[in-house]
């Protein structure tokens, strides 16, 4: 007698059905299909009906219980759904970011990351026959390439990055700024973008154009009230008169080796993020400080991995939010 159970099959189930026909008796029909005494005669009991017994009845008997029997996917809860779908496309969260929040949290709705991408590539989230995966985050796209000449002017430069402190270096406090912008169309306005590196909160002000005074003001203006240690940009023109802000703030700037952006990771990460709001070749300038700043706050309200699922505003002001 096999020790390892498999469900009857609908060969299985005619031999039954021939058997019993034949009136052989349910020990001899268990020896011949090399089945227990309990299975022939609970699958007569659960399946046959007015004491006949149909191996094709049987069967679709058996396939609809078993698609019942079967866990539904989380998605097809309306509440898990609609929370996953205002999550994924209003606040351009990525899938793990759900899913550690709402652990973080202590929710009483989970769901995992692969669940989520499952769900988009089943094509639950489509709209109109447009692909949900298309948005997001990376849509396919490859990376920049390697051994990028630096083409751009030179600058003054007053320290190295290999110069900042350790405790800028380590993350260790909030008021260590990583600085750069985000342009649209050439010589009109730009973003000018502060991430602090404890943190990852962002502060983003615009400029009327990619000019250094104009950049260096903003900063000052940006960063006014609050706390400053040390810059770091990158080597770009725009940041020709840092002087002033160190004046203004008291605060060095440190500048990486050219073509290194992943010196200022944070930064760097925070653009991309950005671009999603303020795609290229459009006029900056089109956008009013008011949207501007709503983009803003929905990337420091959206978890992150590298902060243990808080964000970077929780982090930042010390507070604890209920996002979920």
């Given amino acids: 007698m096999n020790t390892s159970y498999k469900h009857l099959n609908i060969d299985e189930r005619e031999k039954i059905m021939v058997l019993l026909s034949l009136g052989k008796s349910i020990g001899m029909i268990a020896k011949q299909l090399n089945r227990a005494k309990s299975t022939i005669c ?20 058996y396939q609809t219980r078993r698609r019942a029997c079967h866990p539904k996917l989380k998605l097809y809860n309306p509440l898990v759904f609609n929370l996953v779908q205002d999550k994924l496309f209003n606040h351009q969260w990525s899938p793990e970011q759900i899913q550690h929040r709402l652990t973080h949290e202590g929710s009483q709705i989970q769901i995992s990351h692969a669940t989520i991408y499952r769900g988009l590539y089943k094509g639950l ?6 692909l ?6 990376h849509k396919g796209k490859t990376r920049h390439t390697k051994n990028h000449e630096e083409k751009r002017g030179k600058i003054a430069i007053t320290h190295h ?16 700024w990583e600085a750069d912008t985000v342009l649209g169309k050439s010589g009109k306005a730009c973003l000018v973008t502060l991430v602090d590196r404890c943190s990852r909160f962002l502060i983003c002000t615009t400029a009327k154009a990619k000019k250094a005074t104009l950049v260096s003001q903003a900063i000052i203006h940006a960063l006014a009230n609050q706390p400053v240690f040390t810059m770091t940009p990158d080597r770009g023109k725009e ?3 840092h002087k002033q802000v160190t004046d203004s703030l008291k605060a060095n700037f440190y500048f990486p080796p050219p073509s290194q952006p992943w010196q200022r990771g944070s930064n760097e990460n925070t653009n991309g993020l950005l671009r999603e709001y303020f795609p290229k070749q459009q006029d900056i300038g089109q956008w009013d400080n008011q ?7 929905k990337l420091n309200l959206r978890p992150r991995k590298c902060l243990d699922w808080r964000t ?8 604890v939010l209920q996002l979920v």
């Fill in 42 to 61: 609970r699958e007569i009991k659960r399946n046959g009906y007015g004491g006949d017994y149909s191996a094709t009845k049987a069967n679709c008997l």
């Fill in 125 to 130: 989230f489509d709209v109109d026959g447009k």
């Fill in 132 to 137: 949900a995966t298309r948005k997001l985050r």
């Fill in 161 to 176: 990055l290999k110069d900042r402190p350790q405790i800028a270096n380590e993350r260790l406090r909030i008021g260590d």
């Fill in 239 to 241: 940041f020709a008169k």
């Fill in 291 to 297: 949207y501007i700043q709503t983009k803003v706050a």
């Fill in 312 to 319: 970077p505003y929780e982090v930042y002001y010390q507070k």
